[in-house]
């Protein structure tokens, strides 16, 4: 018999802050965009309350951010915010990192910070556990996905600048620097999957370790106008570089081909580097190998994934009109039957009630939205499509649509097109 009462799809009527569009907004940016839909709100200057829409979104990144580091071998922790002012003060950051290291003090006087970064807290949980004595096998990946802090001095434009903010952080240890390059690279393989499973075109530049120390470093970013990276790229060879990277800023001729360098403006969603053993050798965490103790080679490696949200959010949308691509959308296809009090309503909302369902049996966690709200497909359809949610079907009078951002089927012949073309869509993304 078959058992499964459940109706898995979303209904606008129901979800929490589901748009409406009643809050006007006075500028034209990605992250007004999501609070004109409700789906995240400022609540202090550089932090924001995440939505459900919004939040939706995150736990799509997260999805294939773990997917990918999982692949290889990641193995996911939890680090506390709260690190303690001695081990900052041991690597020399609690002095160095300045005002924008957020700082509290305990009842019994003791300093932490609110971590912005854990090669310290890391570094000194791996050196705590003595890993040389019970022979635990490098390398040792370790990654979380967590709430981090920066006291920005004027925190503005959204959650591309913000207070409090969502990082996806790696740590790699290694017995030696030919490993940890090894990792490197198949860490930052993982990046570049990540990054094209998303589905926004992005750049990967060479980068200066700036305060973090280490020797090799790169950045992920997104070109875009709202970028406030310079980032430099050579139209003839493959060569790409962060305009602070330069040796000379004047010079911006390519190093290796010497062809001039077109310059971009970049929004920076990641960050990677080989650190060596700057960390481990003050920390302690050492490795046995040929007959003595070593430090571990070390490397680490950060996603910033609000801020890809918002810079997604900054990229494709127009206006007040939000836009999202297929792997993060909040839903990929909101389902829409016709008006209440139609003379077809009877007859065509349970089946396009059905369609909702086939379709959430398709598509992979909750992707589905059913818009039961009482107005006129045109609106329902409208608002939709402002809300992030990048496909659309419609059962109506005019028989079954499809409205997608390349292709709009009208009149389709049988619901099995419709199937079929989400279908490959998951295939064609990668959804999960
Ligand atoms: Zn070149």
Not at 14 to 23: A, E, G, L, V, W
Not at 69 to 90: E, N, T, Y
Request: hydrophobic letters at 35%; charged letters at 25%.
């Amino acid at each position: 018999m078959f058992l499964n009462p459940r109706r898995l799809y979303s209904r606008t009527s129901s979800f929490f802050t589901f748009p409406s569009f009643s809050k006007a907004a006075k500028e034209d940016r990605g992250d007004v965009a999501y609070q004109t839909i409700f789906a995240i709100q400022p609540l202090s200057a550089g932090t924001f309350a995440i939505l459900p829409l919004a939040n939706k979104v995150l736990e799509r990144l997260t999805k294939i951010i773990d997917h990918e580091f999982q692949a290889i071998d990641g193995q996911k922790i939890v680090l506390p915010s709260l690190s303690h002012s001695q081990l900052w003060r041991k690597s020399g950051r609690w002095d160095r990192y300045g005002p924008v290291l957020f700082r509290v003090t305990d009842r019994a006087g003791q300093e932490f910070c609110l971590g912005p970064t854990h090669e310290e807290t890391v570094t000194q949980c791996i050196a705590a556990l003595e890993i040389s004595s019970v022979g635990t096998k490098l390398p040792i990946r370790l990654y979380q996905t967590s709430w981090k802090f920066r006291d920005e001095d004027r925190p503005k434009r959204g959650l591309l600048r913000a207070r409090e903010f969502l990082m996806a952080d790696m740590y790699s240890f290694d017995s030696d620097l030919e490993k940890c390059q090894e990792t490197y690279d198949t860490v930052t393989g993982a990046y570049d999957r990540i990054f094209n499973r998303i589905g926004l075109p992005f750049v990967r530049v060479l980068a200066s370790s700036g305060d973090m120390g280490g020797s090799v470093s790169h950045e992920y970013h997104y070109c875009s106008p709202h970028g406030e990276d310079v980032v430099y790229a050579c139209g003839t060879c493959e060569h790409k570089i962060n305009g602070e990277a330069l040796k000379d800023a004047n010079d911006t001729r390519c190093p290796s081909c010497s062809s001039e360098m077109q310059k971009l403006q970049g929004i920076e969603v990641g960050h990677t580097f080989i650190l060596g053993d700057t960390y481990s050798k003050l920390f302690g965490a050492k490795s046995f190998q040929n007959g003595q103790n070593l430090p571990l080679q070390m490397g680490c490696y950060g996603i910033g994934v609000t801020r890809i949200m918002s810079a997604a959010a900054h990229i494709l949308s127009q206006g007040l009109k939000l836009k999202l691509p297929d792997a993060i959308a909040p839903f990929t296809v909101g389902v829409i039957g016709p008006k209440q009090g139609s003379r077809e309503y009877e007859d065509l909302n349970p089946r396009a009630m059905e369609m909702a369902d086939q379709l959430d049996r398709i598509l992979p966690s909750h992707r589905v939205i059913f818009d039961d709200r009482k107005w006129s497909i045109g609106r329902k359809l409208l608002e939709l499509k402002s809300s992030g949610i990048p496909h659309q079907v419609v059962l109506g009078k005019n028989g079954l649509e499809l409205h997608s951002p390349d292709t709009e089927f009208t009149n389709v012949d049988g619901p099995e097109v419709i199937h079929n073309f989400f279908k490959e869509l998951v295939v064609k993304r990668e959804l999960l």
